[in-house]
């Protein structure tokens, strides 16, 4: 009896220690060492301001952009920025729903740029000189962004090529003006002359599709600014693709595996696949996977009726409307786009410059690469060749809409579940009433 | 110490410990015994059941009635205050087709898509289930050697998060998976497992069936323990074959189990989605999208989300749910 008094007594100690503990420290804590006031010492020390940075990385960005953060910090002592890396999932899928709920951070490195209209901050308000924001970035992406951000990177779709196996199977390399028929006969001749798994891919989303069907003559953004997708030069890349599928010759896990969103990068980092229609945004990452394995270069976007283009993209890094700190938000920004801390990231990241004081400059990457530096020469090119859809298809306000069907339409075509005329007018439906809903 | 100072010691342990839990439970016993004056004896049972009824209200029963707002509401707002009535619209969308049997002709042909491979999957899953559970029961109940290793084995796996299972199963029958390595490495050609649109419809039902039916083969088993032994001692004295037995005896002694099995593992069917998601995402296509994988889709997965066909499709879905479970109420009914 005693016993049992005991262990009850015991259980209600640790029950009610447990109840009234501590409760859990924050998740970041605070700064160990007070803020340094540097300014003159008759002005009173400023408030200690936290500033939290959403941000994903496709590579290095983020160990990039800290050394930036740090020199920001140490210039304005009393601000302290918080980088969260996270995945880019949680930015496409979680970040608009804290954004709209207004529990979003400060700051974050998006790529969406429709899903925030209206919720980003105009920062031309709080900027020392907005004149030089407004002068140095593309006028389009800037009001897609309603001012609450800048382009930290300029991204083009364009196709990666094995060049080890071309010089395996003794065939030159095509260079501009080939067309995607050609592209698919000749990486077939070299899958088939080197015993290579796979010939031609592209990536599995409606953003890598829509260049090569704009070459093939679609006009997906028609006078109006509306999205049609049932046009000839649509129809056609879309019946190339299936042929790579009917041919056997096309990685179909890229299209029609589990994940969302699927890359043909990966077979042809592992040397699988001769062609990867893919984007500048990978070059870091073939040269960290890739290595010495084989050589790879980088070609000029295949051309057909509607010419030859990549489309262009990219990521922002934008200010919350939201924010408690809208004037050390814009102070932020307004560092990052200085031309020495812009050209920094460029470099560091092997990224293509949106800012037109750096590109004017020219970037000095940081590789000893020449796959590398050719590679970045071509996209450099790529970018001059954009069509005038191509370049306004990203940040077209309804752009989700077909961003978000197509892939899944396409892939119902390619795995032989929808014809493609049925693909055609389900997307057609798809966008039309993802904008009607967007716009009730 | 002297064993005498041990035990001084521990009487006086024992006494200061036994006064301060009589002080506490007095002081329970004062707070309890004024909310019961308060609230007076038939109050009480309240009072006990109101943190786990806040909890329910917060997190189950409040989400359920905001889904109605949802279901009845448009736009891409999260928001209720800023989204407009549109009334039936939603539902009308999602069930408007001009030929049922044909999702093409549907005004939302991935709901029905989905919802057509729901019904396959409950069908195939759930009678694959019942029967392997079934026959994993009736061996088990035999006087087999490691018995007891054999029960465990079968139900370890209901021990694994579904996503656990998923992914063990996606790593090896995805294409650079390793049953196609060693495929390969025979000199054989890959396999399409997850790619091919019928493979990876098996696949998904023989996943499921692997990781759930070690609950359904207990609860089996529990059923077959139940029968009498000398019902088959009596079987065997009039010359009864073991078919006979298994027909006779067995089968309508375990049928109120059975239709328990049945029901459960039908809710269950219907709610499929964390194993498909992780394994197929419901692809190749549309191959393996279910209804739960839809309305996840339409609600939360895009970034601009469609909550109000998402909510229409969660209540269609709730009504056959609340369907299932009548019919297994009444199962229980009649078990009793």
Avoid at chain 1, 97 to 103: K, L, N, P, S
Avoid at chain 1, 159 to 181: M, R
């Amino acid at each position: 009896m005693k016993s049992a008094r005991l262990f009850a007594f015991l259980m209600v100690v640790v029950l009610l220690l447990t109840a009234c503990g501590a409760p859990a420290a924050p998740a970041t804590e605070a700064p160990t060492e007070a803020p340094v006031v540097t300014e003159a010492p008759t002005e009173a020390p400023k408030e200690p301001v936290e500033l939290r940075f959403t941000y994903y990385a496709d590579g290095v960005e983020a160990d990039v952009m800290k050394p930036i953060l740090d020199k920001f910090m140490a210039e304005y002592p009393y601000i302290t920025v918080v980088l969260d890396v996270v995945p880019y999932k949680t930015i496409d899928e979680q970040l608009p729903a804290q954004v709209e709920a207004g529990e979003g951070p400060d700051l974050a490195r998006i790529t969406n740029f429709g899903a925030y209209r209206g919720k980003l901050l105009d920062l031309r308000g709080y900027m020392a000189d907005p004149a030089y924001y407004e002068a140095n970035f593309p006028a389009p992406i800037l009001n897609a962004l309603g001012f609450g951000g800048y382009p930290d990177a300029l991204t083009i779709t364009g196709p990666y090529v094995n060049k080890t196996l071309f010089d395996q199977a003794g065939i030159e390399i095509p260079g501009e003006g080939t067309t995607w028929e050609q592209w698919t006969e000749i990486t077939k001749k070299v899958k088939e002359a080197t015993g290579a798994e796979y010939a031609i891919s592209i990536d599995r989303t409606g953003h890598r599709f829509a260049g090569p069907a704009m070459s093939m003559g679609a006009t997906l953004i028609n006078a109006e600014g509306k999205f049609t997708v049932d046009t000839p030069g649509f129809r056609a890349f879309a019946q190339i693709v299936k042929g790579w599928f009917d041919n056997g010759i096309t990685p179909v896990q890229v299209w029609l595996s589990a994940e969302p969103v699927n890359s043909c990068i990966g077979p042809f980092k592992a040397g699988q696949l001769v062609m990867c229609m893919s984007g500048s945004w990978q070059i870091n990452g073939i040269v960290k996977d890739v290595g010495d394995t084989f050589d790879w270069v980088v070609v000029p976007n295949p051309t057909g009726p509607g010419g030859s283009t990549g489309i262009s993209g990219g990521s922002a890094v934008v200010g919350f409307a939201s924010t408690k700190h809208p004037q050390e938000v814009a102070m932020l920004i307004e560092f990052l786009i200085k031309a020495e801390n812009y050209a920094e990231f460029s470099a560091g990241t092997l990224a293509l410059p949106a800012h037109k004081e750096v590109a004017a400059k020219g970037v000095q990457y940081k590789t000893d690469n020449p796959d590398v530096v050719a590679a970045l020469g071509v996209y450099t090119n790529e970018v001059t060749k954009l069509t005038e859809q191509a370049a306004s298809l990203n940040v077209h306000p309804y752009a989700f809409a077909y961003y978000r069907n197509s892939a899944n339409r396409i892939a119902q075509y390619l795995s032989g579940e929808l014809s493609l005329d049925d693909m055609l007018l389900n997307l057609q439906q798809d966008i039309d009433k993802a904008i009607a809903e967007a716009q009730k | 110490m002297s064993l005498a100072n041990l035990k001084t010691l521990r009487d006086t342990a024992d006494r200061f410990f036994t006064a301060v839990y009589d002080g506490l439970v007095a002081a329970v016993d004062f707070i309890f015994s004024f909310i019961q004056r308060l609230l007076g004896i038939k109050g009480m049972p309240y009072v006990f059941v109101l943190p786990n009824l806040l909890i329910f209200g917060i997190f189950i029963l409040f989400p359920m009635l905001l889904n109605f707002v949802y279901a009845f509401t448009g736009g891409t707002s999260f928001f209720p205050e800023q989204r407009p009535w549109v009334g039936t619209q939603n539902f009308e969308q999602l069930l408007t087709c001009k030929n049922y049997l044909d999702p093409n002709t549907c005004v939302e042909d991935l709901f029905w898509r989905a919802v057509y491979n729901t019904i396959w999957y409950v069908v195939f899953q759930v009678a694959g289930m019942v029967l392997i559970s079934l026959l994993t029961a009736l061996i088990l109940n035999r006087k087999i050697k490691a018995r007891g290793f054999f029960r465990s084995v079968f139900f370890y796996p209901v021990l694994l998060s579904p996503i656990v299972v998923s992914l063990i199963w996606k790593w090896i029958l995805q294409d650079t998976g390793a049953l196609n390595g060693i495929l390969t490495s025979l000199g054989y050609q890959k396999m399409p497992f997850l790619i091919n649109a019928q493979q990876a419809q098996f696949w998904v039902v023989m996943i499921s069936i692997w990781a759930f039916m070690g609950f359904y083969t207990l609860i089996l088993l529990a059923g077959l323990q139940s029968i009498p032994a000398d019902l088959y001692e009596a079987a065997a004295i009039d010359g009864a074959n073991p078919w006979q037995a298994f027909t006779r005896i067995t089968m309508p002694l375990l049928t109120p189990t059975m239709v328990v099995v049945v029901v459960l593992s039908l809710i269950r069917a219907v709610q499929v989605f964390d194993i498909a998601f992780v394994f197929t995402g419901g692809g190749p296509g549309t191959a393996t999208l279910f209804l739960v994988q839809f309305i996840y889709n339409y609600g939360f997965s895009s970034p601009n989300k469609l909550f109000g066909l998402a909510a229409a499709a969660s209540l269609v879905m709730a009504a056959v749910l609340i369907i299932l479970t009548g019919i297994q109420l009444l199962a229980r009914r009649e078990e009793n």
